[in-house]
């Protein structure tokens, strides 16, 4: 078992750092912010993930986990040293290195031993040399450093799972000592080790992110065509996903992709090909699509209501995905300040993003509109004339068609997570429109069968 030290504890550090102390290694997590660093001592998780507390309480219970600001005393004997840190984006798209560039420094000047320097966050290729070089730049002492690329492949709400019993791990590395080492430490997680050059490794990470939010932009296009043509998204995914080149996952139509990973890494890769002075096409159509794929309630319902100006707007899902409380990207925040602007009093519903949502918009007046949170779905529905519903929680599916009509004065909603069945929709008489799907056929003949797919399993 080998001497663990992590630098940030967001999704990508906190996540590997339990798992590591899970499957047996000796870790130390540092992070820069003393009061995090007291309440995840105290069994307090900084996110919100499935299962992470659990692994927190029993690991540091075990002496197997600790959590500190001290980086030296925590890098100093470390036999591998995993940065995962944020690389938010810039305005023109490229990646901010600052926060790998001061962790990269205080390794230098810290380590006493040999050490194996492992970079998880997201980035550009060629950055692991760059980190590399910095490091032999700054070395106070005459030890052995070596950088390997090991990114990862995590989804939030499913973090600790999608880590312990990953499909594959993606190892980076230039020389056979690190390429051991790292084999080494992820031995007890049984997971097949894919081993690479450090290029290859950076590249897997951008290349898988941004196929699947092609897929999901692709699926968002055929869906806007479905309904011009009278075809049925849902149908048409569970045709194709049956064919195993294509696969049954991310073949959901909804309004758009969100989150911390797809919408920056395809903006990302897009940054990275032109700086080579090439043009990354299909990804920039993947960024186009998901744009405007944001909008296409907001625009459905601008076409079939005067005004939203004065009106009570029933808003369902806040984050950009369930099982997070995760604002970022999300369609919630393309949508609601239209509304707003439009003098819409939006009342929001969100199991558990309502809070974040909040300190970007405070409850009360908003410009011509006013926003209120409600703890019950119930509240935001009654007496509303339009419900928008842009995140697929179980609590938000479990509502009952006929809750829209009994509640709402208008039972007219707009659904960006095809979670109803549209037939079922119009039986309890609720004008409903949602993605890619055409309106029930009136003569009861052959209905979509709204079969399930899968949207996540990374
Ligand atoms: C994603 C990748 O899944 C993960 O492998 C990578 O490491 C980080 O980025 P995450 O952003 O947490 O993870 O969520 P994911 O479940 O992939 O969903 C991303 C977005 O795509 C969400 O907004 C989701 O609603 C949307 N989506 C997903 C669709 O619109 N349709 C789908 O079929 C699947």
Redesign the pocket.
């Known amino acids: 078992m080998y001497k663990i030290a992590v630098a940030g504890t967001g999704y990508v550090g906190l996540v590997a750092g339990v798992c590591f102390a899970e499957v047996g290694h000796q870790v130390t997590c540092v992070d820069i912010d003393e009061k995090k660093v007291a309440l995840m001592k105290s069994g307090v998780s900084p996110i919100y993930e499935a299962g992470l507390t659990e692994l927190m309480l029993k690991n540091y219970a075990s002496g197997r986990i600790d959590y500190t600001t001290d980086y030296k005393s925590a890098y100093k004997d470390a036999d591998a040293i995993f940065i995962g840190v944020g690389t938010p984006e810039q305005p023109d798209g490229s990646a901010n290195l600052s926060h790998i560039a001061t962790v990269a420094r205080q390794i230098a000047e810290t380590i006493e031993k040999d050490c194996l320097v492992v970079v998880k966050s997201t980035v550009p290729v060629g950055t692991n040399d760059k980190v590399e070089q910095f490091i032999q730049d700054f070395l106070i002492r005459d030890v052995k450093v070596d950088v390997a690329s090991n990114p990862?492949?995590?989804?939030?709400?499913s973090a600790v799972d999608?880590t312990l019993h990953a499909e594959r791990i993606i190892i980076g590395t230039e020389s056979k000592w690190a390429e051991e080492l790292l084999t080494k430490i992820y031995r007890p997680f049984h997971i097949p080790i894919v081993s690479v050059n450090r290029r290859s490794a950076e590249m897997i990470k951008y290349a898988?992110?941004d196929f699947?939010a092609l897929k999901?932009s692709y699926?968002n296009d055929i869906a806007n065509l479905c309904e011009l043509v009278g075809a049925d998204i849902q149908d048409v995914a569970i045709g194709m996903s049956f064919d195993e080149r294509i696969g049954n996952?991310?073949?959901?139509?909804?309004i758009?992709?969100?989150?911390?990973?797809?919408p920056k890494d395809t903006k990302a890769l897009d940054y990275i090909a032109r700086q080579h002075g090439y043009e990354l096409k299909t990804v920039k159509a993947a960024i186009d699509v998901n744009k405007q794929q944001k909008r296409v309630l907001y625009e459905k319902a601008s076409k079939r209501l005067i005004t939203f100006n004065g009106l009570k707007v029933a808003v369902l899902g806040l984050t950009?995905?369930p099982g997070?409380d995760d604002l970022r990207e999300a369609a919630s925040l393309a949508n609601i300040p239209l509304l707003l602007e439009q003098g819409a009093d939006i009342y929001a519903y969100d199991p558990v993003g309502a809070d974040n949502f909040e300190r970007l918009y405070p409850a009360g007046k908003n410009g011509t509109g006013s926003i209120t949170y409600v703890a019950k779905i119930e509240h935001a529905l009654k007496d509303a004339s339009v419900c928008f519903i842009f995140t697929e929680w179980g609590e938000i599916k479990a509502v009952l068609p006929e809750t829209y009509k009994s509640l709402m004065r208008t039972p007219l909603v707009y659904d960006g997570r095809n979670i109803y069945h549209v037939q079922k929709m119009q039986d309890a008489g609720v004008e409903y429109y949602s993605i890619g799907r055409k309106p029930a056929r009136k003569d009861g003949l052959k209905e979509s069968k709204n079969f399930e797919?899968q949207?996540?399993g990374?």
């Open positions: 990862e492949f995590l989804a939030q709400g999608d898988s992110n699947l999901i699926m996952k991310f073949l959901n139509a909804g758009g992709f969100g989150g911390s990973c797809f950009f995905k997070t797919l949207t996540s990374s």
